[in-house]
């Protein structure tokens, strides 16, 4: 209880502050508040994405695994659509039909590994999509707080030069003003540095994961193909004379 009123009193001292603030300070304030909501609502989202990405992930793998044929996998495949794997197995199933389908057998494999090299790339992309807005405000937020402070004190010590009353009691006010823009700044990027690192993280464990299953789809193709006559006939035995 005590730790809630507590908490309740810095609470109320500190929008007391801000609305003792300059102009200047309002104006870095409502900057810093503006990044912070971006940015918080791309983080909420990107957690969000991934965190259903993951889950459709093992589900679709355990699903490609079990399935017997490609043509299975590629009838369910769009229940998984959250995970990226999807996106690298439509581009080479994709390729790979459009082969078999009009000779009967695949007659280049490379092709297929590059076209889900493109549906991996394109995948990527989509979960990096607004990442980059993390990066900024991350980077930005803390000189835009700065600026705020350096133009609070500036201004506190102009007014005390303009009083002429050269006391702690007179300057403490104006700097603890200044002061809570960069707190501001600080409050914007620290979030926004984390979960840059963090959601990067997970997109480059995305990233190998595809390339593992893009072997894996390789593996499959090869399993899909008739073999020749010589490997499907058993030699037959020695006739005894």
């Not at 810095?10 to 300070?25: C, F, K, Y």
């Not at 990107?46 to 009838?75: E, P």
């Not at 229940?79 to 794997?85: A, E, K």
């Amino acid at each position: 209880m005590h730790l809630i009123f507590l908490s309740f009193i810095v609470s109320s001292d500190i929008v007391d502050l801000v609305g003792e603030t300059g102009p200047v300070a309002k104006v870095v304030l409502l900057v810093l508040l503006i990044f912070s909501l971006i940015s918080w609502a791309i983080i909420l989202s990107k957690w969000g994405k991934l965190r259903r990405a993951r889950v459709q992930s093992g589900r679709f793998l355990r699903a490609f695994r079990k399935a017997q044929r490609l043509q299975d996998i590629a009838a369910v495949a769009e229940q998984f659509r959250p995970s990226p794997l999807v996106g690298v197995f439509e581009g080479g199933f994709e390729e790979y039909r459009r082969q078999v389908g009009s000779v009967g057998l695949l007659r280049n494999p490379t092709s297929v590994q590059r076209a889900m090299q493109i549906a991996a790339s394109e995948e990527l992309t989509r979960l990096e999509r607004n990442l980059t807005w993390l990066a900024i405000t991350g980077a930005v937020t803390p000189f835009i707080g700065l600026f705020g402070t350096v133009w609070g004190i500036i201004d506190a010590f102009h007014g005390l030069g303009t009083a002429g009353a050269a006391t702690l009691r007179a300057v403490a006010p104006g700097i603890s003003e200044a002061l809570i823009t960069t707190a501001a700044g600080l409050v914007a990027a620290i979030p926004a540095v984390i979960a840059y690192n963090l959601i990067g993280g997970s997109i480059r464990e995305f990233a190998s994961r595809g390339d593992d299953f893009a072997l894996e789809m390789l593996n499959a193709v090869d399993r899909q193909q008739p073999q020749p006559a010589a490997h499907r006939v058993a030699e037959a035995p020695e006739v005894r004379r």
